[in-house]
C-alpha cells in the first residue's frame, strides 16, 4: 500500500489477514455487480442499480480497510484504551456509513437496496474463507 497516514506496513499481520481475503471479497462483488448488471437490463435500464452496487462495494471495502486500519492501530495500545479507541473508531466508522448511505439514498442514480448490500460482502468473505482453510 501506499505510505500515508491510512497505510498499512506488508509485515504486519493485518495486511497479510486483509490481503487474504481480498480474492474473496473480489469474486463476490464481481458476482453481485454481473447480477446487477443483469437486472439492469431486465428492467428497463434501471442504471440505479449497477451504480448502486459499486457504490456500495466502495463502501464496504473502504469500511472494511478502516476497521483494519483502527485493528492494526489498537493492537498498539494498552487493553483499556485500546477498548476505547476501537469503540470510538466502530462509532465513526457507522456513522460515516450512515451518511454515505443517506447521501446514496437521496442521490435519484443510485439504488438504496444495491448499495446496502455489499455491506455484508466481509463477512461472506471471512465465513468463506474460514471454510476453505478448514477443509485444507
Known amino acids: ?10 509485515n504486519e499481520p493485518i495486511y497479510e489477514e486483509m490481503r487474504s481475503l481480498m480474492p474473496y471479497f473480489l469474486i463476490i462483488s464481481g ?3 454481473l447480477i446487477t448488471i443483469v437486472f439492469c437490463f431486465a428492467n428497463e435500464n434501471d442504471y440505479s442499480l449497477p451504480i448502486g452496487a459499486v457504490y456500495g462495494c466502495i463502501l464496504s471495502a473502504a469500511s472494511f480497510l478502516l476497521l483494519g486500519k483502527a485493528c492494526q492501530n489498537a493492537v498498539k495500545k494498552s487493553e483499556k484504551s485500546a477498548q476505547t479507541y476501537m469503540s ?5 466508522r457507522y456513522l460515516g456509513l450512515f ?3 443517506t447521501v446514496g439514498a437521496l442521490a435519484p442514480f443510485i439504488s438504496l ?3 446496502a448490500i455489499p455491506l455484508f ?3 461472506i ?3 468463506i474463507r474460514a471454510i476453505k482453510t478448514k477443509e485444507e
Open 1 to 10: 500500500m501506499t505510505n500515508g497516514r491510512f497505510a498499512m506496513k506488508k
Open 31 to 33: 458476482v453481485y455487480l
Open 88 to 92: 470510538a473508531m466502530y462509532c465513526a
Open 99 to 101: 451518511a454515505m448511505l
Open 113 to 115: 437496496i444495491t448499495a
Open 121 to 123: 460482502f466481509p463477512r
Open 125 to 127: 468473505a471471512i465465513m
